[in-house]
Nanobody
Framework: QVQLVESGGGLVQAGGSLRLSCAAS????????MGWFRQAPGKERELVAT???????KYADSVKGRFTISRDNAKNTVFLQMNSLKPEDTAVYYC?????????WGRGTQVTVSS
């Protein structure tokens, strides 16, 4: 069982920045594809960004050019740098880890962007 713990959320004004972190409790972290998802009130959970074990990245169109996903395998941590935040980025952000048929989710961290 892998535990994922997100941190770094909070309240920020539009145009501001936040950096989310997700720490994983596994010694095989480097093998996992890691991802960030978000869920706004009344909406379905959606993909924000993913990064594979070979650091190939993918972004939702709505965050391209503003968000950057990265990983530090030595620290078993994945990051999401969020710049130029907009009120529509307000959501609970979840970390996800996938390796073969294994899938784990974190409990989420709230990001609120005020206008």
């Amino acid at each position: 069982q892998v535990q994922l713990v997100e941190s770094g959320g909070g309240l920020v004004q539009a145009g501001g920045s936040l950096r989310l972190s997700c720490a994983a409790s596994t010694h095989t972290f480097s093998s996992y594809t890691m991802g960030w998802f978000r869920q706004a009130p009344g909406k379905e959970r959606e993909l924000v960004a993913t990064i594979t074990s070979v650091t190939s990245t993918k972004y939702a169109d709505s965050v391209k050019g503003r968000f950057t996903i990265s990983r530090d395998n030595a620290k078993n941590t994945v990051f999401l740098q969020m710049n130029s935040l907009k009120p529509e980025d307000t959501a609970v952000y979840y970390c996800k880890a996938v390796w073969g048929f294994l899938t784990y989710w974190g409990r989420g961290t709230q990001v609120t962007v005020s206008s």
